[in-house]
């Protein structure tokens, strides 16, 4: 890691402001780099603000949402800076977007050919090598007889191919940085699949980054060299992949890996966490696991850890941090 980061978020915070009364904290002190090449990935349950971090890094969050703090230093520059004219150019050129679910992002009154083409500022005014990037597009995404193909409109298109539809989009104008937001989690597993591979084998092409959001570890596991794992709006525990899945120093982090499927628990069983997540628009003081924590105690009602690098690149928020270790074997404990 040499090289400076291509994307450094610093103390991010993003509130959904509904009323003086409800404050919903979707994302609270969120920091973290993605480098040129690499996936990175943000994990954690329904709810805990991962598309609202994703959502801010493009700015594409609306009223009552706004960015209260922090940074966004892409190449150096604070995209929060930007005017809005700037802004819109950023994205797509930059960094772009795919969604869970490919509506919200193609224009169902738009032929397929000229959602992609649109986008390509690069070919502006040079409409027949438009269309055949956009065709080359859509062959590299697995859609059969694209020639065909880009002259119909998304709704004549199955949820699968709508997908490689709108990943071709957001790739047209060859971003450096992809926001890839659930983008599986629709589809069933065996288009699953095809997606991660196409994902995985166009960031190596492009040489570019991505920043991908799931709830699946499984995915985490094929995709990601780092990630952070997020709950109640807050970056717990961040670290690589390897490190993550092997030697976890955070108790919630314990807690997912036990509630799936993973090689290391192969033939255990599986223990769901017990409880909810809290209200991001009523929290406690302290540490927002505590009341599902197995090893919480007093000082985690009161006072919010801080988050530390225990080494280098391995990020933890947790009071008992210096026990960590004596954690090791905790996710047995999650099973029993
Ligand atoms: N438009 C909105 N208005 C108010 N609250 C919202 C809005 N969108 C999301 N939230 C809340 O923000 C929090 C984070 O949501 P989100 O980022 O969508 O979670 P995730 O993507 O991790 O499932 C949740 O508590 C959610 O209810
Ligand atoms: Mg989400």
């Not at 992609?116 to 590299?140: G, H, M, P, S, W």
């Not at 599986?184 to 960031?203: E, G, M, P, S």
Request: hydrophobic share 35%; net charge neutral.
């Amino acid at each position: 890691m040499s090289n400076p980061p291509l994307l450094e978020v610093k103390n991010l915070y993003m509130h959904y402001h509904i009323s003086d009364q409800e404050i919903v904290k979707a994302v609270s002190d969120v920091s973290f780099s993605v480098y040129e090449g690499e996936t990175f990935g943000f994990v954690g349950e329904s709810g805990c603000g991962k598309s609202a971090t994703c959502r801010s890094l493009l700015r594409l969050i609306k009223p009552p949402g706004e960015i209260l703090s922090g940074e966004i230093l892409y190449k150096g520059q604070d995209i929060l800076k930007l005017s809005p004219r700037a802004m819109q150019q950023f994205r797509g050129r930059q960094m772009s977007m795919i969604f869970q679910e490919p509506m919200t992002a193609l224009n169902p009154v738009m032929k397929i050919r000229d959602q992609i083409t649109d986008a390509l500022y690069f070919l502006k005014n040079r409409k027949t090598e438009a269309n055949e990037y956009a065709v080359d597009l859509l062959r590299r995404v697995g859609i059969p007889l694209p020639e065909e193909r880009i002259k119909e409109y998304p709704h004549q298109f199955s949820g699968g191919m709508q997908q490689r539809a709108m990943i071709a989009s957001a790739l047209g104008p060859k971003p450096g940085l992809l926001l890839a937001d659930e983008p599986t989690t629709a589809l069933d597993v065996t288009i699953q699949d095809q997606i991660i591979k196409l994902i995985n084998n166009l960031r190596d092409e492009l040489k570019m980054s991505v920043i991908l959001v799931t709830h699946d570890l499984g995915v985490v596991a094929q995709m990601c060299d780092r990630l952070a794992v997020m709950y109640a709006g807050r970056i717990m525990e961040m670290t690589d992949t390897v490190t993550l899945f092997s030697k976890p120093r955070h108790p919630y982090t314990y807690a997912l890996l036990g509630s799936i499927p993973t090689r290391a628990n192969r033939g255990k069983k599986l223990e769901p966490i017990t409880g909810a997540p809290p209200n991001l628009a009523n929290l406690d003081p302290g540490c927002p696991f505590k009341p599902r924590c197995r090893y919480a105690e007093s000082v985690c009602g009161e006072e919010l850890p801080e988050i530390r690098e225990l080494k280098p690149g391995h990020w933890s928020r947790c009071h008992f941090l210096d026990k960590a270790e004596s954690f090791q074997g905790v996710i047995e404990d999650y099973q029993q």
